[in-house]
């Protein structure tokens, strides 16, 4: 039966329909969910974010369907954020990773929702920080936000993250020698999952040494083998990320590391913005293909091209 | 002995010095350095540009060292361009696979450029695209863009070429879970390379299974098998570099694919733009601090800090 309050209050009182109507909204770019996510935003900051990535099939929904169950069993409720990045194409092929979550389906300390809406703006990341922000509002102790990274230097997302994790798999040397080609950025915590296969000890050693290279900070970067299928592993995880959260706390690192993830979502923001005006411009101005005619026809270069759009869309 | 010419015109003449010059100054992002590009593109489009890309330590540099002589040998001139974006503190771990291409030095036939300079603008795929320019210019038939790619869903420096290789190990398998999942977009060439590896055939069958789910053009993507150390397959790969561009040219899908990429390269160059004026005005403008100093309070949501960020540059 739905309530009189209204969406926002509903939201703050941990209401699970009100919180997926809530994602909905900014996943649709509704004005209504950005004015909700500035109405509720006071109320955030609570929530500890751990951000999940790695690689296609290695394992991170499990693993996190047993991190849930494990910090549901301490009494914490939930939230998870899958977000999907993949070509329209192969729609559905990473969702198809989220059925191994439903194990929680029916428990209401969990809330699960997938973002693979890439729209024709490209906001995905824009919506995903969104909605991590309305999980936090809506009171759920833990937001576990899970994407896919092979090596990118920037995932936009996992800026959001208080504590960031690795989840890597024997066999899966490409992020290995991303990591240490200075590709992917050094995680808090890396996890080897599948660690039942033959290879892991050689990735184990081979990670140990990409680490002993890394400017050494006052956080030890632990290295947590896992088989996420058999929930093996999955304690010492646990305790890792509380270790990791109560580092940050102590040293005063989350307060800056949410300080320069906030600074960073500010400029993405703003920047996404002016991104959008400016193609909105481009696709309803007929001078553009003209512009674009010149450029083919090499009588325009690219560089001059790009200042008399500016001029253009400034005037 | 330098020429009383103008830069411009030693660059057209073929100069290698001068182009060693011209793209110093797209690199260090002097005006004049646009200034040329605008001046000598005209004189560009007539390269043949292939983008190769691949997780590091797959053996690209290799790779490109065996075209480049295979391409001397017929009699082509070759430009090779080396973009590394490799974090800071592991700077030049790719770079020294550079070397690999060191027995081409004293060949005049054969220009080599790396550019890892991140800059604190984030410049580096813009420079990337007016050096690219500039080889073309510099009457280059074969223009090769190296870069590292492991998975990212656009790599703006492979969208300048005519054609793309995708430069794969056994045992790489994140990149294969990466394409299978559409994180990474399908090349026009997958080479596999390393191919005396046991597990070769195995990977070999599994992409075949992907690009058999891919959606059909009218290319057939070829897996061409290689073990660049040796010099094996090279001939093979240069066939299907060969087959790939008659294809394109024959379907009129070059000329698309041109426009399409220099359509992107424009509202590129313009968002980068934008984004720099953005960044010059919040590093110069205390009042952004005080901005972040709310959204930190929670007491100014972030899309609504952006919101106030855009007005404020707008004044």
Redesign the interface.
Known sequence: MPSDKPLAQRLLDGDRRALARAISLVEDDDPAG?EL??EV?????RAAVVGVTG????GKSTLIGKVVANRRAAGRSVAVLSID???????G??LGDRIRLTDHFLDPGVFIRSMANRGALGGLSEAS??AA?LMDAAGRDDVLLET??????EIDIIDHADTVVLVL?P?????V??L??????IPDIIVVNKADHPMTQTMVREIRGVLS???QGDWKVPIVQTEATEGTGVEQLVEQLLTHRAHIEEQGTL?ER??NN??N???A???T???RS??AR?CSDPAFEG??DD??A??????????A??DD?RS
Chains 1, 2 share one sequence.
């Open positions: 950005w996510v500035r935003y006071p109320h955030t900051g690689a296609p099939g290695a990045p993949s070509s329209p194409f192969t729609h092929a990473l920080l969104q922000l896919v990274g092979v090596g990118q230097a798999m066999g899966g040397g490409d992020s020698q991303a240490k080609a200075g590709i992917m950025e290279l890394a400017p307060a949410r300080r906030l600074r979502e500010v400029i923001l703003a920047t913005k002016l991104r400016l193609e481009v512009l674009i450029v083919v090499r009588r325009l270069d690219p560089a001059s091209a790009a200042h759009l500016l869309t």
